[in-house]
């Protein structure tokens, strides 16, 4: 079967989806892939979801497209020309934080978890669901955007000890020394901090951090909390800890 027919029956099995679902206002996503009939027909599917697109088809022009800071998100596939998505992830990660979704080979987990350790906020097995993809752009963008939708966000700093985190300006600080975070791993860390000394199972990190609920066999939270520990590792030693309780998910201890 091509692949036309075959994402053509992926399209079929969803409903079409309702005004209040539909995204509003100039969302531009950032597709790379060398596949271009694929990469066309998800651009199709996005756009009649609300969102705009453009393409590239190798890793070189990907980081530089998305460094350009012209879209709100990025979905890299991890098998690119010229410059693979795990490298290409890397370069971006040097210099950005944008939202970046990574396309891997199903049942592939090595690329699975070495992108969500680089710092990818999410993942996907190819061929992806359109209406699932699509999902997950919502919740990263949502998890980008929540805390510039509440009216005293800005001026609210959490503290536990020295760290400190600023929902609404996306700021963490640790003895006055910034912390460089994506959005996943700002987002489980403002769960924990909130959460105060319970644990969080990980069910609940990652519907409030990864903004869907978490699969069989998803190691995406436990991936986003190693690199979490080891930023926060960098700037306050053992000072600021992320336990965990086995079998049931984390929660945090910070010195004075």
């Not at 099995?13 to 892939?33: K, M």
């Not at 978890?113 to 209406?131: H, S």
């Not at 400190?164 to 700021?171: A, E, F, T, V």
């Amino acid at each position: 079967m091509c692949k036309a027919a075959i994402l053509g029956l992926i399209l079929g099995t969803f409903r079409p989806i309702s005004e209040a679902e539909r995204t509003v206002g100039d969302v531009r996503i950032l597709l790379v892939d060398d596949d271009a009939e694929l990469s066309a027909m998800l651009g199709e599917y996005l756009a009649a979801e609300g969102f705009e697109t453009d393409s590239v088809l190798n890793g070189e022009s990907g980081v530089e497209s998305a460094l350009s800071g012209e879209y709100a998100a990025v979905v890299l596939d991890v098998m690119l020309p010229r410059l693979s998505g795990v490298e290409a992830l890397r370069r971006i990660r040097e210099k950005s934080r944008i939202p970046i979704i990574m396309l891997t080979a199903k049942g592939d987990n090595i690329d699975r978890v070495v992108g969500l350790e680089m710092g990818a906020d999410d993942y996907m097995p190819k061929p992806c669901y359109p209406r699932e993809l699509v999902a997950r752009l919502r919740a990263v963008l949502r998890r980008t955007g929540d805390a510039g939708a509440r009216p005293s966000a800005s001026g609210e700093w959490l503290s536990v000890g020295q760290l400190k985190i600023s929902p609404g300006l996306r700021q963490v600080t640790y003895a006055d020394l910034s912390v460089e975070l994506t959005v996943s791993e700002f987002n489980l860390l403002e769960a924990l901090i909130r959460a105060g000394d319970r644990v969080v199972s990980k069910d609940e990190l990652s519907t409030r951090a990864l903004g869907r609920p978490r699969e069989a066999y998803d190691r995406s939270v436990d991936v986003h909390v190693s690199n979490l520990r080891q930023k926060l590792e960098s700037v306050a030693g053992n000072a600021v800890e992320i336990l965990t309780a086995r079998g049931v998910g984390y929660r945090l201890k910070a010195g004075a």
